[in-house]
C-alpha cells in the first residue's frame, strides 16, 4: 500500500542535534513536506522538498533521497520549544490534490 | 494576507445529533480547501477535499458530509453523531495545483466529543 513511515517517539536533550526519518512508499510521488505541531494546537508547515538534497532553513533542514524513497528533518541547537510532533506529508498519488500525512514523530526535548 | 477562520474551539454533543462545522478562508480567491481529523494522540486523517465551489472529493465517506457553498466556505456536516465521531476536526488551505509546495495553513481546530 501507499504509506509514509516515521518512528513514533524521539527523545533527546536541549542543545543536541535530531533527525526524523520518514520513509515512503508510493506510485506518485511529488516531493516531502514536514510539519510541526505543539500540544493542543494545529500543525504549522515547516518545510517542502521537491527535489534530492538539504534544504536548510534556520535551525531546521529537510533532506530528501528519491533513490532510497526516504527523507529526513534535521533539528540543530535544540530547544525546549522543539517538544512537539512532526509530520511528514505527500500526496502520494499522481492523480490526487491532498495531502496523506504520516503517523508523525513524537519529540520530547530534555534539559 | 490570509487568515483561515474554524468555529467553534470546542464542542460536545450526543450520540445521534446533528454536527455542523464551518471554516472560511480570507485574503485568497479559488483555494483548495480541506477536513482533517485527528484522534488523540494519532496523525491527520483526511475526510474531504475540495478544488472549488460545489466540487467535493470524499476519502472517508462514514457518517459525515462536506459541502463548498462559497468560494471561500467550507462545512463538515453530519445528520447523527457518532461516538466514533470525536476527535479534533481541522480545515486547511493552500493555494491551487500547488502539491504541497507552499503548505497547507490550518484553522485552530475543533475539538469535537460525542458523549
Known amino acids: 500500500g501507499q504509506s509514509l513511515e516515521q518512528p513514533s517517539e524521539v527523545t533527546a536533550v536541549e542543545g543536541a542535534i535530531v533527525q526524523i526519518n520518514c520513509t515512503y512508499q508510493?506510485?506518485?510521488?511529488?516531493?516531502l513536506s514536514w510539519y510541526q505541531q505543539h500540544d493542543g494546537g494545529a500543525p504549522t508547515f515547516l518545510s517542502y522538498n521537491a527535489l534530492d538534497g538539504l534544504e536548510e532553513t534556520g535551525r531546521f533542514s529537510s533532506f530528501l533521497s528519491r533513490s532510497d524513497s526516504y527523507g529526513y528533518l534535521l533539528l540543530q541547537e535544540l530547544q525546549m520549544k522543539d517538544s512537539a510532533s512532526y509530520f511528514c506529508?505527500?500526496?502520494?498519488?499522481?492523480?490526487?490534490?491532498?495531502?496523506?500525512f504520516g503517523s508523525g514523530t513524537r519529540l520530547q526535548v530534555q534539559p | 494576507s490570509q487568515t483561515i477562520h474554524q468555529w467553534p474551539a470546542t464542542l460536545v454533543q450526543p450520540v445521534g445529533s446533528p454536527l455542523s462545522l464551518e471554516c472560511t478562508v480570507e485574503?485568497?480567491?479559488?483555494?483548495?480547501l480541506y477536513w482533517y481529523r485527528q484522534a488523540a494522540g494519532r496523525g491527520l486523517q483526511l475526510l474531504f477535499y475540495?478544488?472549488?465551489?460545489?466540487?467535493i472529493s470524499s476519502e472517508v465517506p462514514q457518517n459525515l458530509s462536506a459541502s463548498r457553498p462559497q468560494d471561500r466556505q467550507f462545512i463538515l456536516s453530519s445528520k447523527k453523531l457518532l461516538l466514533s465521531d470525536s476527535g479534533f476536526y481541522l480545515c486547511?488551505?493552500?493555494?491551487?495545483?500547488?502539491?504541497?509546495?507552499?503548505?497547507?495553513?490550518f484553522g485552530s481546530g475543533t475539538r469535537l466529543t460525542v458523549v
Open positions: 486547511a488551505w493552500t493555494l491551487p495545483d500547488s502539491k504541497g509546495l507552499y503548505g497547507y495553513t
Open positions: 506529508a505527500d500526496p502520494l498519488d499522481t492523480g490526487r490534490r491532498a495531502l496523506t
Open positions: 485574503g485568497t480567491s479559488n483555494p483548495n
Open positions: 508510493t506510485s506518485g510521488f511529488y516531493g
Open positions: 475540495s478544488v472549488g465551489i460545489g466540487q
